[in-house]
């Protein structure tokens, strides 16, 4: 797990654009800054200035620091705070390695995170830490679920009046208020099907799998999807991982499997 948390990282410097090198060019390990939240560093690359804003600060079970950050695009004069009000921003969360402040890196003010600043850590810790999402927004788990709830409902009821398109809208509202709510996620993906929409039914089964990756009618569906835009050969994958991943419906994945197949051959 540690591996794959150090490649993201190194990716993310990678697509903002910043250096987790020292002046020497190798990562200097002994003079990394003590992050707090609020901490504005700068630091001059060969192409102008880095700038990023630390929203809150997190210690990982691994025993990761990690600084969740917002990123200006890169700057061609020194950055100041005035000059960073208008500053346009290139990324408005990106969880990075604390340990990657290293030498080459300067904190020039601390300013407490504005609301509109915490937009995309707020997202994140929605599709991450829901209970923490609450807490951190100020709002009640149990309230939250249950509006979401009122609007499934709204949205199963308008489903089976045939008004599809509404019924979307509900699911749509659901899923907006709790993104775990695969449910609502797997019927929106359900509704888009009876409408012919095949790509947003895919891209909602895909959505789904990865809240609920024991789900098998997601899973069967969205190779269902797959075979009738034509990818076969990705349709053919899923059956045939899902005669292994769920024994218990084997019988239906081998079905398909071989439809698929069959369509294959037919060209």
């Known amino acids: 797990m540690l591996k794959k948390i150090t ?8 697509v903002i654009g910043i250096s987790t090198t020292s002046a020497s060019g190798m990562p200097d390990k002994n003079e990394n800054l003590m992050l707090k939240t609020g901490d504005i560093l700068i630091q001059s690359g060969v192409d102008g200035w880095s700038a990023v ?7 990982w079970p691994d025993g990761t620091s990690v600084a969740h950050c917002l990123t200006y695009k890169e700057l061609p004069v020194r950055p100041t705070i005035e000059l960073l009000k208008q500053a346009p921003v290139l990324v408005w969360h990106a969880p990075i390695d604390a340990g990657s402040f290293g030498q080459g890196w300067e904190r020039i003010s601390n300013q407490s995170p504005t609301k509109a600043e915490l937009v995309g850590f707020t997202e994140y810790l929605k ?5 923490r999402y609450a807490s951190f927004t100020g ?3 149990k309230e939250i679920i249950s509006a979401a709830n009122e609007h499934y ?10 008004k599809s398109m509404e019924a979307i809208s509900e699911y749509s509202q659901a899923i907006e208020l709790f993104p ?17 929409k095949l790509k947003e039914a895919l891209a909602d089964f895909e959505q789904s799998l990865q809240v609920n990756p024991g789900g098998v009618a997601a899973f069967f569906s969205k190779g269902e999807c797959l075979m009738k835009l034509g990818e076969l050969k990705a349709a053919e994958e899923i059956f045939f991982e899902g005669t292994n991943r769920f024994p218990e ?3 239906i994945f081998v079905d398909f499997l ?10």
């Open 127 to 131: 599709i991450t830490d829901f209970s």
């Open 7 to 14: 490649r993201l990282f190194t990716l993310v410097f990678s």
């Open 249 to 251: 419906q084997r019988e």
């Open 53 to 59: 804003k630390i929203l809150e600060v997190d210690l």
């Open 180 to 196: 775990l709510f695969y449910e609502a996620i797997d019927n929106r993906a359900f509704t888009y099907m009876e409408l012919g």
């Open 258 to 267: 071989e439809k698929v197949r069959t369509l294959q051959k037919s060209g």
């Open 139 to 141: 709002q009640d788990v």
């Open 153 to 162: 409902k709204r949205a199963y009821a308008l489903g089976e009046h045939r």
